[in-house]
């Protein structure tokens, strides 16, 4: 299964600020998911056509099963990812965001500021992740568990997770 993490920071794109959310969100992968996977990590700046065009590409031309975004999904001006993800998505796929919101508000009030998305293009899973590795995590634990079901589901392969880092959900079984 191939997995690309997508960070979005016109400061990391620069090479003015080190990414360390596409890092953590690798360490997490690599911690939790005890099937073969492929992780690419790319970094491109904030905007709509800039993120729009990098998931398109990914989806559409490079095969992603699966697409973790971080970054860009804040109220500041440049912060477009949602925006550039309705762009790109063919079904929306709103708890992930609900459920990423609830749970990081037990640790930040600033987590009601955050518009993460996720959904479908295709065979692709696209989810948006906060910017913070902190955040990260605590937003990967909140609903991954659902997220080898969704990959089985739309055809994108099959993935499975450690249990005893977090148990992968699969109705029925």
Same mark, same amino acid.
């Given at each position: 299964m191939?997995?690309t993490?997508?960070?979005?920071?016109?400061r990391?794109?620069?090479?003015?600020?080190e990414?360390?959310s596409?890092p953590? #969100?690798?360490?997490?992968?690599?911690?939790a998911?005890?099937?073969p #996977?492929e992780?690419?990590?790319? *970094?491109v700046?904030?905007g709509?056509?800039?993120?729009?065009?990098?998931? #398109?590409?990914?989806?559409?031309y490079?095969?992603a099963?699966m *697409?973790?975004?971080?970054?860009?999904?804040?109220?500041?001006p440049r912060d477009?990812?949602?925006?550039?993800?309705?762009?790109?998505?063919?079904?929306p796929l &709103?708890g992930?965001?609900?459920?990423?919101?609830?749970?990081?508000?037990?640790y930040v009030?600033t987590?009601?500021?955050?518009?993460q998305?996720?959904?479908?293009?295709?065979k692709?899973f696209?989810l948006?992740?906060p910017?913070? &590795?902190s955040?990260i995590?605590?937003?990967?634990?909140?609903v991954?568990?659902?997220v080898?079901?969704?990959l089985?589901? #739309?055809g994108a392969?099959?993935l499975?997770?450690? &249990?005893?880092?977090?148990?992968?959900h699969? &109705?029925?079984?």
């Open positions: 191939r997995i993490i997508l960070t979005i920071s016109d990391a794109s620069r090479g003015d600020y990414d360390l596409g953590a #969100i690798e360490a997490w992968l690599r911690r998911v005890n099937t #996977i992780i690419e990590r790319r *970094i700046a904030d709509r056509e800039t993120v729009r065009d990098a998931l #398109i590409g990914l989806c559409d490079d095969g099963s *697409i973790l975004t971080t970054g860009g999904t804040g109220p500041a477009l990812t949602p925006e550039a993800m309705l762009d790109v998505i063919e079904k &709103p992930f965001g609900e459920l990423m919101r609830r749970t990081s508000l037990d009030p987590a009601i500021l955050s518009r998305e996720a959904g479908v293009r295709g692709t696209i948006n992740l910017g913070s &590795p955040s995590e605590v937003c990967l634990n909140a991954f568990a659902a080898p079901y969704c089985e589901l #739309i392969g099959y499975d997770t450690d &249990p005893n880092v977090l148990k992968s699969r &109705p029925g079984r």
